[in-house]
């Protein structure tokens, strides 16, 4: 509870400070208007302080459209500067491990699948096509085409 009242005490003591700069500061560059004179000489220098308002204004302005287009153009270069050094990938280790293994490390546990490809495979036995020998009979060929037409036509 001490360290906090300490601490209020510091804050306080700062925010005093800063006035006392501000107005020290303001007092230094701003000297105090001279208000005697008449209404014409009031108004006159009423119009020129609203012009340096405005100019003040154009210049904040200005420089915060700036800031505003370097930062980005920061962002830009930023951008520029992580898709040119690119995502760094780690060196991947060499691991000696079987089809199962990999599927088994992937899916869980709980399934159980086996990669062995060759069962997987279809046996297929090749048959000796009797066209070949019978090439040089065309008769005979032309038969079974004719055969083949009528099954088609009676169906």
Request: hydrophobic fraction near 40%; proline fraction near 1%.
């Amino acid at each position: 509870f001490l360290i906090l009242q300490i601490a209020a005490s510091w804050i306080e003591q700062e925010t005093k400070e800063a006035e006392a700069a501000k107005e020290a500061y303001m007092a230094e560059h701003c000297a105090a208007p001279d208000l005697s004179g008449d209404q014409a000489a009031l108004m006159e220098i009423c119009k020129k302080l609203h012009q340096a308002l405005d100019k003040i204004d154009e210049e904040r302005y200005d420089a915060e459209a700036k800031v505003t287009k370097t930062d980005k153009e920061i962002e830009d270069l930023k951008l520029k500067v992580v898709d040119l050094a690119g995502v760094k990938k780690p060196a991947l280790k060499k691991v000696r491990m079987s089809a199962d293994s990999m599927l088994q490390a992937l899916l869980g546990g709980k399934h159980k699948v086996t990669m062995d490809l060759r069962s997987n495979l279809k046996q297929v036995k090749k048959e000796v096509k009797e066209e070949a020998a019978d090439a040089g009979d065309w008769r005979k060929n032309i038969e079974d085409k004719a055969d083949r037409k009528k099954m088609f036509e009676t169906s």
